[in-house]
């Protein structure tokens, strides 16, 4: 089954803490790209990659961190947590075209709380 | 910056009912995108679409590049239909969201 995976679902921590949030997808997709969900903000994108050692900021990188060593996993790190950065976060994949992304498939969501 | 603009912000409507659901961006793109997140936060891709218009069951997209308007309808709604509604406009690899529109449909 196609499938965008996240981990963990839940996730509560404290303030400095470092944490990772892994993901994968099974497609064998190019694009993939981390995006947070805020009330009254929205999704707004944190890091996206086109490929694998291809890694650009989005529009609210900072305190982040991401990889991608293989095209399946894209991890997002948090090296030091802080409370601004409890929120819903979304990982999601897709393929490029000449238009660029493509339909994204997004992954289940993983709630963070830092304390 | 780019900037996506949702109408309304929240509806609500009776099953059977015609929806409209518009969308604004300010700058050239390469894609409009059409999100649906159910009310458990599950998010699914519904439409990518560049020109004209696209149609799948009762839902139907369209896009004006000259006005950089996309709207997304929805046909005979039903409670199930009740979601989030969210557009992405993209620039190439960069996506930018609107704040989503709370549709309800009641029974």
């Known amino acids: 089954e196609a499938q965008v995976t996240q981990n963990p679902r839940y996730l509560i921590t404290v303030t400095g803490k470092k944490l990772t949030v892994t993901c994968s997808q099974n497609?064998?997709?190019?694009?993939m790209s981390w995006y947070r969900q805020d009330p009254g903000l929205g999704l707004r994108q944190i890091y996206y990659?086109?490929?694998?050692?291809?890694?650009d900021k989005g529009d609210v990188p900072e305190g982040y961190k991401v990889s991608r060593k293989e095209k399946r996993n894209f991890p997002l790190i948090l090296e030091s947590p802080s409370p601004n950065q409890t929120s819903l976060y979304f990982c999601?994949?897709?393929?490029?075209?000449?238009?660029?992304?493509?339909?994204?498939?997004f992954g289940p969501g993983t709630r963070l709380t830092v304390l | 910056k780019n900037e996506v603009e949702q109408s309304p912000q929240n509806l609500t409507a009776q099953e059977g009912e015609f929806i409209t659901i518009n969308c604004s961006y300010s700058?050239?793109?390469?894609?409009l995108h059409w999100l649906q997140q159910h009310p458990g936060g599950g998010i699914v891709s519904l439409f990518m679409?560049?020109?004209g218009k696209k149609k799948h069951g009762r839902l139907i997209a369209t896009i004006n590049i000259q006005e950089k308007h996309s709207s997304l309808h929805i046909t005979a709604s039903h409670p199930r239909d009740s979601a989030v509604y969210i557009c992405?406009?993209?620039?190439?690899?960069?996506?930018?969201f609107g704040e989503g529109t709370q549709l309800t449909v009641n029974p």
């Open positions: 999601a994949s897709s393929f490029v075209s000449a238009r660029g992304v493509n339909e994204q498939f």
């Open positions: 497609m064998n997709h190019e694009y």
């Open positions: 990659s086109m490929n694998v050692e291809v890694t």
């Open positions: 700058v050239g793109i390469s894609a």
């Open positions: 679409l560049s020109s």
């Open positions: 992405a406009e993209t620039s190439g690899s960069r996506l930018t």
